[in-house]
């Protein structure tokens, strides 16, 4: 009866993959101004008694790539390894959480067995308050702002300021040289509805801050 | 009986019972599964969605084209492609249409939750959330042209 047994767990076991260990399953990284990737290493071994082999590693988008150091995908008891993740930061902005899935050999492969988070901290070196003006439609058209803020390391100044609305009039202020700016906008009237798009030129070095993008909005009747 | 024969007999009674099972009941569901009770603050079931909506797609512009949802936009973030862009057509349609559902791959993929941060952040939407199960809950669906 007791090899019964033994052999009864063993099987079960078997049916349910040990996972790896990883003293740290979340990452935190700050990316650089000037990054284009980012790049976050996960350190495991496995404590089990049993080899543990990976099926798959996923990064959930195109934007992640994941990979084992030296493609190894089966781990003897004890051995430790290392999973490194690349984040390509694009157009993202902000915190990022990125996750990764790990599947293991014997385990459902409709789910991760185990999953790791990279957090990416992205600076935000232009922020635009609001990003939308919006007058109701037939509104006194009084004159609104938007306040514009640089934090990167450098201040960055507003080159020009272009929209090819004929019902908007605008005019940018300079509240600090490379640091704050505010852009007032007035509507001529709002008796027609519409959206306007204001263009706001940077000399930032990092392209993806170069152009910046505020609109002003008339909603039809009804509408929010 | 020894124990070899044990093991046999609880084996056998096993797979019969699992044989039997997937007779009558099918083969296991494979497809994804929406519980409106645990999703995310922000997430939607597809079953919610209440037409008319903005679709926004999160993946790759070569996925869009292939097998996009018809009607969806574009907006990802890979670095080749014009945020400005996107960020003007979809505030044009969020006029018309001011409740967004962003959807990308899978359950995996992050990204639709970082758009649909951008388009709250317009501040021209009445409610944007991101479809639980992503693309292939659509697929799914059959809300894809060719998907079942």
Aim: proline share 6%; charged share 25%; with cysteine.
């Amino acid at each position: 009866m007791k090899i019964f047994v033994v052999l009864w767990f063993a099987l079960a076991g078997m049916l349910c993959g040990a996972g790896l260990t990883f003293p740290e399953p979340l990452k935190e990284i700050s990316a650089g101004v000037e990054a284009t990737t980012v790049t976050a290493e996960f350190d495991f071994k496995n404590e089990t008694a049993e080899p543990v082999s990976l099926t798959k590693i996923d990064g959930g988008c195109a934007c992640m790539s994941v990979k084992t150091s030296g493609g190894q995908m089966k781990f003897e008891p004890g051995e430790s390894g290392k999973i490194q993740a690349v984040f390509e930061v694009g157009n993202f902005s902000g915190t990022v959480d990125k996750v990764i899935g790990l599947w293991l050999a014997g385990n459902s492969s409709d789910e991760p067995s185990q999953q790791l988070t990279v957090r990416v901290h992205i600076p935000v070196l232009v922020t635009l308050e609001p990003k939308t003006l919006k007058w109701p439609y037939q509104s006194e058209p009084v004159t609104q702002k938007i306040q514009i803020r640089m934090s990167g390391p450098k201040p960055i100044k507003i080159l020009s300021v272009s929209s090819a609305s004929k019902i908007f009039k605008y005019e940018l202020k300079t509240v600090e040289e490379g640091s704050h700016y505010e852009l007032s906008i007035t509507p001529d009237h709002t008796t027609t509805p519409g959206l306007a798009v204001f263009r706001i030129e940077t000399d930032s070095d990092s392209p993806k801050h170069k152009i910046q993008q505020v609109f002003a909005v008339i909603p039809r009747a009804g509408k929010p | 009986m020894n124990s070899f024969l044990q093991l046999t007999a609880v084996v056998g009674i096993s797979a019969l019972g699992a044989g039997g099972t997937y007779l009558i009941k099918g083969p296991p569901v494979r497809t994804l599964v929406c519980d409106p009770a645990r999703l995310k603050p922000d997430e939607v079931c597809l079953s919610q969605v209440t037409e008319p909506v903005l679709w926004i797609d999160a993946r790759l512009r070569r996925e869009w084209e292939m097998d996009g949802l018809p009607g969806s936009l574009l907006w990802n973030t890979d670095p080749k492609e014009d945020l400005a862009i996107f960020e003007a057509t979809v505030a044009e349609r969020l006029l018309e249409t001011p409740r967004v559902v962003v959807y990308c791959g899978d359950e995996s993929c992050g990204i639709s939750r970082q758009v649909a941060d951008r388009i709250r952040a317009l501040g021209l939407a009445e409610e944007v959330k991101v479809l639980h199960g992503g693309w292939r809950t659509l697929s799914e669906a059959g809300r894809i042209k060719g998907s079942n």
